[in-house]
């Protein structure tokens, strides 16, 4: 596993030459659960999260 400054992110500027496009192969099995631990991982309260309940839960929204 790397370490976070071993890590690069396709979005940084120093990689525009060379990613072009993702293909994201994996889908996400559990938003409630994925949406908590990004809120987690950004410091936000979990109640921030709850405030997408509704998008996942209306067909019209998601």
Known sequence: MLSSEERVA????EF???VDRLVLDSPVLDWYETIAANCARVG???Q?????????????LA
């Open 16 to 18: 525009d030459h060379v």
């Open 44 to 46: 936000l309260p979990p």
């Open 10 to 13: 396709a979005a940084d500027r």
């Open 48 to 60: 921030a999260g709850g405030l997408t309940r509704p998008w996942l839960r209306w067909g019209a």
